[in-house]
């Protein structure tokens, strides 16, 4: 059956995701509604009347603003529990930034609430049954709960959200799907990841060289995955270590989630060897630790910047950055100028700066590959300002299509 699809946002560039699939029969889905964190916020074009959301993953540019539909048009979203739970801290979180930043509110706590009613949990395996359509869901392999929607119809249709093709410390791969239609991320179009053994065993040789000269480590990270990857990595080397920020929930939260994590042991392990600061009076303890992990990850917001004004004046100290720094982020303006804005001023960073690639995205070469698995008939690039570099390797095997945002294009589905 024939389906018309839109991108509203995120299709060629990263943040801020939104895409509708409209029925014959009116019915409008929405997969997934998100927000660029930047200064001032970006937001997806305005959404129609949604009947039905679905939500691969907790990250703000996939989940940011799904309470503005959700609240408005009192729909269902499909997701699973665990991206759920996380994504209500997300949103009220960036209801607050907005908030004390006074940006105008894109939606109202009781949006929030009447989002979280409308929750189908589902989990990989499941199969939601829409409109003569069967919706499964697969792991992602990004972070834990992310997942991948497979739209079976007359024929087969992926939609991927963001994956990662490796295990990483928390998730397995995301395995391919034999489709017709497939919606894929790209990224890191025309960027290769180093070895991630490599960049594993280059940063923990750093945190020990840190500290055996007597300084500290700070790794500002997401809260979100990320976080607690660093807690994994980190968990036998019997430091001091310290976790803060709201990386220090959504850990919690995991704990309640041991399906979605590919060694709950491990994770069990790794969060009991981290002291938690639970309050802020625990920041006299915890700045004297030997490793501290803690959000935001690109400085702009969280206890990182309280830690960062501490340990950044000491040349021993090091700050090392393990996740992606936008432009106009503090995190980009330490790494090209060395220094960031506090308080409205520029401040010298003293210590050491490194930067590691910790990606929870799959490379070039893996997406290629993941393609060429799936084998489909249709590629749709998306999530990606390079996506063009896919479309020069692909073009001949493979029908690419890289939609720009707002236009409308038709698929069998
Ligand atoms: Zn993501
Ligand atoms: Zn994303």
Redesign the pocket.
């Known amino acids: 059956m024939e389906m018309k699809f839109r991108f509203l946002g995120g299709a060629d560039a990263?943040g801020r995701?939104g895409m509708t699939m409209e029925g014959s029969d009116g019915k409008m889905s929405l997969f997934e509604y998100g927000m660029a964190p930047t200064k001032p916020p970006e937001y997806p074009l305005e959404a129609p009347r949604i009947n039905h959301v679905f939500l691969t993953h907790s990250?703000l540019?996939?989940c940011g603003m799904v309470p503005r539909v959700c609240g408005r048009d009192n729909c269902e979203l499909f997701t699973t529990p665990l991206t759920a739970e996380v994504g209500e801290i997300m949103m009220n979180d960036s209801l607050k930034i907005a908030k004390s930043e006074n940006n105008p509110l894109p939606y109202t706590k009781g949006d929030i609430d009447r989002t979280m009613k409308n929750v189908v949990p589902l989990t990989f395996g499941d199969t939601i049954e829409l409109n003569k359509l069967d919706i499964p869901l697969h792991s992602a392999g990004h972070i834990p709960g992310a997942a991948m929607f497979e739209i079976i119809g007359d024929t087969s249709t992926v939609y991927s959200g963001?994956i990662h093709t490796i295990n990483t410390k928390l998730v397995g791969p995301a395995r391919p799907v034999d489709c017709e239609n497939l919606f894929v991320?790209g990224?890191y179009g025309g960027r290769i990841h180093p070895p991630r053994k490599e960049t594993e065993d280059a940063f923990l040789d750093k945190v020990a060289e840190v500290t055996d000269r007597g300084g500290r480590v700070l790794i500002p990270c997401f809260a979100t995955g990320r976080t607690q990857e660093m807690m994994m990595m980190l968990r036998n080397t019997g430091y001091d270590m310290w976790v803060d920020g709201m990386g220090r929930s959504i850990s919690r939260l995991y704990m309640n989630y041991p399906e979605y994590l590919l060694d709950y042991k491990k994770f069990k392990a790794a969060k009991r060897v981290f002291q938690e600061v639970r309050n802020p009076n625990m920041r006299s303890l915890s700045a004297k630790g030997e490793v501290i992990v803690t959000t935001g990850g690109m400085l702009d917001g969280g206890p990182v910047l309280g830690y960062l004004r501490e340990l950044g004046k000491n040349p021993k100290n090091a700050v090392l950055l393990v996740g992606y720094q936008a432009d106009d982020t503090n995190g980009r303006m330490l790494m090209d100028s060395g220094s960031v804005m506090m308080d409205g001023e520029p401040i010298k960073i003293e210590c050491e700066v490194q930067k590691y690639e910790f990606s929870a995205h799959a490379d070039h070469e893996q997406i290629l590959d993941f393609v060429r698995e799936c084998d489909p008939k249709n590629v749709i690039f998306m999530?990606s300002d390079t996506r063009e570099l896919f479309e020069s390797e692909l073009k001949g095997d493979y029908n690419v299509m890289l939609p720009k945002l707002g236009e409308e294009f038709s698929l069998d589905v």
Do not use: A
């Open positions: 990263i995701m990250h540019d996939h963001d991320e990224t999530h």
